[in-house]
């Protein structure tokens, strides 16, 4: 079984606009789907930078290609070890924010409600944090606040209250505690409802959007004019902060102007509404069902 079947492959490729002797980033490098056919366009002198910080993708390496270099840390850090490779800028940059086929199957990775295993949830293996932590730490307004922002759970008041209520009689390590105490309170499609509590828990034990943040502020110093960035997401927490940071420069969506009262405008949009996948490819990829990819080039 293959690591993961690339999302949007042959159109974030052409979106990345490949030069033969250019230099590119693939920000989740994952089962190196969308790297391995990257490189096919590449010539001597071009290069390939793959980030990824999860260790499952270390026997996915490109190691015998020298027009690839494997960096083994969160995309967060992107510009920082770029810089280390003597990397000035780059020509693109792509990242696909979506959870692996791999790591959802992974029953120990503690990724999917499918499975009675450990809540663990994290990216980095190397991590502090897990989600057995999270329920069994968190302040009852800490978690409802998770629930909330990162889920839209609807009622996640209540379910941090039960989880709250819950642990003092055992903690929860393993997903089996978790499901006993949410079956109780799931409000429509349980499935849905599980999937929007386990996002949320995985957010927060990854700091998925402050990662998030950080990649699009070092993206867009390391870009070169004309640089392309390919994004693709997966739901309307990351989509809403790709979008507002091509339109603006900044993840809030603030419009920025100069003394003249020109607008600061860093990228042109190549996509002026995000491009989803074809029918044909959700039925060959159901995961690729809520990808929306978005393609902005830097002035």
Do not use: C, W
């Given at each position: 079984?293959?690591?993961?079947?690339?999302?949007?492959?042959?159109?974030?490729?052409?979106?990345?606009?490949?030069?033969t002797?250019?230099?590119?980033?693939?920000?989740?490098?994952?089962?190196g789907?969308?790297?391995?056919?990257?490189?096919?366009?590449?010539?001597?002198?071009?290069?390939?930078?793959?980030?990824?910080?999860?260790?499952?993708?270390?026997?996915?390496?490109?190691?015998?290609?020298?027009?690839?270099?494997?960096?083994?840390?969160?995309?967060?850090?992107?510009r920082r070890?770029?810089?280390?490779?003597?990397?000035?800028?780059?020509?693109?940059?792509?990242a696909?924010?979506?959870?692996?086929?791999?790591?959802?199957?992974?029953?120990?990775?503690?990724?999917?409600?499918?499975?009675?295993?450990?809540?663990?949830?994290?990216?980095?293996?190397?991590?502090?944090?897990?989600?057995?932590?999270?329920?069994?730490?968190?302040?009852?307004?800490?978690?409802?606040?998770?629930?909330?922002?990162?889920?839209?759970?609807?009622?996640?008041?209540?379910?941090?209250?039960?989880?709250?209520?819950?642990?003092?009689?055992?903690?929860?390590?393993?997903?089996?505690?978790?499901?006993?105490?949410?079956?109780?309170?799931?409000?429509?499609?349980?499935?849905?409802?599980?999937?929007?509590?386990?996002?949320?828990?995985?957010?927060?034990?990854?700091?998925?959007?402050?990662?998030?943040?950080?990649?699009l502020?070092?993206?867009?110093?390391?870009?070169?004019?004309?640089?392309?960035?390919?994004?693709?997401?997966?739901?309307?927490?990351?989509?809403?902060?790709?979008?507002?940071?091509?339109?603006?420069?900044?993840?809030?969506?603030?419009?920025?102007?100069?003394?003249?009262?020109?607008?600061?405008?860093?990228?042109?949009?190549?996509?002026?509404?995000?491009?989803?996948?074809?029918?044909?490819?959700?039925?060959?990829?159901?995961?690729?069902?809520?990808?929306?990819?978005?393609?902005?080039?830097k002035?």
């Amino acid at each position: 079984m293959s690591y993961h079947d690339p999302v949007l492959l042959s159109e974030s490729i052409e979106a990345l606009n490949l030069k033969t002797d250019g230099m590119y980033v693939d920000a989740t490098f994952g089962g190196g789907g969308h790297s391995r056919h990257i490189i096919t366009h590449l010539g001597a002198k071009g290069h390939l930078f793959g980030f990824d910080q999860d260790e499952d993708v270390l026997p996915n390496v490109l190691s015998e290609n020298e027009r690839f270099t494997f960096i083994h840390h969160n995309f967060r850090h992107l510009r920082r070890f770029l810089k280390l490779h003597a990397v000035r800028q780059v020509d693109g940059i792509l990242a696909d924010l979506g959870v692996s086929s791999h790591q959802l199957n992974r029953a120990e990775r503690g990724f999917s409600f499918r499975f009675d295993a450990e809540l663990d949830m994290r990216m980095n293996q190397q991590g502090e944090i897990t989600a057995a932590h999270i329920l069994n730490t968190y302040h009852a307004t800490d978690l409802q606040r998770v629930f909330s922002q990162y889920g839209e759970v609807r009622n996640a008041k209540t379910l941090a209250q039960a989880i709250v209520a819950g642990r003092r009689q055992k903690p929860l390590r393993r997903i089996g505690d978790l499901l006993m105490l949410t079956d109780p309170l799931v409000r429509g499609q349980r499935q849905r409802y599980l999937a929007q509590v386990f996002q949320a828990l995985r957010i927060e034990v990854n700091d998925e959007m402050g990662a998030l943040k950080d990649f699009l502020r070092d993206s867009l110093k390391m870009l070169k004019p004309q640089g392309r960035l390919v994004i693709i997401s997966y739901h309307s927490l990351e989509d809403r902060l790709v979008k507002n940071f091509m339109r603006t420069g900044n993840t809030e969506g603030e419009v920025i102007k100069d003394f003249y009262g020109n607008i600061d405008r860093p990228f042109k949009l190549i996509t002026r509404k995000a491009l989803a996948p074809t029918e044909e490819e959700i039925a060959r990829n159901p995961r690729a069902r809520s990808a929306k990819m978005r393609v902005a080039e830097k002035e």
